[in-house]
């Protein structure tokens, strides 16, 4: 923490922000603080996730912001955070910038490194949450301390929500937006969504505001068996039974979907590529049912989210002695639904495709399925110049993310939300949520410019 409030000092003192030499001063606090905020194990549950909030807020207030327009609640094992950077003469509603604080779980023993002390090595930086999302958390951070700095001076009310449950139940992010909705907010901007691509040779190809995303649910399905002596099997087996179901429910594939939206971040996607993958794309925007392309896409891990709803197995346990036959087993299915899509269709599909009228269905976490968020002239004039500084001739193209965020809560109460991430990543270094999360570092410095040129826009 001091390494962080000395680099801010320096910061603010520069004479003159706008020249040359003190965007290596901005550069180098951002890293810093993603770094540093990497170290606090801001998993929920875990009891660090109020301590990143404050860490957050001791960062702010060294760059200048009062203290008294911060706001963080301990609550459920995790917290929220709140600043508010008053316009002295508003002449605009409010708006909203937000993340999250809480990362993904990380076991140290599957990791190559300590998932919770940042390591920069061979260009990337490595840590749990790096990517996910205090990447951009960071540049934000050091993007609105620069302007402070400077004596820049809003014109309407800037609000920063961090939820504490975004990885998990949601439950603060459901309340921000709430809290938000009553402040009249009127847009929000998510560092936690968007984003643009690097091709191998790493120039970006395709920039994605995300004005649209699938929703989330949980599914358990519980399989019971009278159970018995493991000496002594009889014709059911509840673990044989749930590893038929869970292949099942893998190996199925929904109907393929687009909407305006993912048509047109396919076909712009597309145009910036020139091999198979980039032709299938282009493909499948002029026509949905084509065989081939949407072949081509769900081979893809980057494009098999955005063309249909997508349930995998992500949990089972089950059994209770190594010498007893299993008298229980519980399997958990994780689906992202395709706008458009009821949680009740899906949970109806998985039943016919479990093929087990043995098994018992509950649903846990699922959020709201909400319509994509009108496309504001505004926005995408502020995020296609952000992109025009990184890349000149490159299109943001509204998309459709394959993951819920804290946006769905924001749409599903009226307010527009837009993922406006800064980080350009190659997909093939894409690790969030998995082992030896990483970010390149060369992304900090045009990530801080991008921030810059969007907060500028949208509030100067």
Known sequence: MKHAIALIAALIASPSLAAPNTVS???????????????????????????????????LVQAGFAAADFAIEETAGTATFHMVWRSAKPSAKPI????HLDVVEADPKDWTRDPFVAVEDGGFIFGRGVHDNKFDIATLFAALAKLKAAGFKPKRDIHLFLSGDEETDGITSAAQAKQAAALGIELMLNSDGGGGGLDAGGKPYFYKLQAAEKSYADFTLTLTDPGGHSSAPGASNAIARAGLVAARIAAHQWPAQVNDITRAALAEAGRQRSDALGQAMQRIAADPTDAAAIATLRANPGTIGQIAT??????????????????????TVNCRIFPGTGIAA??????????????????????????PSPLRADVTAAVQAAVSARAPGLNATPGMDAGATDSVFWRALGIPSYGVSGLFMRSEDVFAHGLNERVPASAIAPALQHWDIILKRMTG
């Open 25 to 59: 001063a901005a550069e180098t606090a951002a890293k810093r603080l993603l770094m540093d905020s990497v170290g606090i194990a801001s998993v929920k549950g875990r009891g660090e996730t109020a301590k990143l909030a404050r860490f957050y807020r001791d960062w």
């Open 96 to 99: 909203a910038l937000t993340g």
């Open 310 to 331: 997508t349930c995998v197995p992500t949990m089972i346990t089950g059994g209770h002695a190594p010498n007893a036959l299993p008298q229980k087993v519980v399997l």
């Open 346 to 371: 899906v949970q109806a599909d998985l039943a016919r495709i479990a093929d087990d009228p043995g098994i018992s269905f509950a649903t846990g976490i699922d959020w709201p399925v909400t319509p």
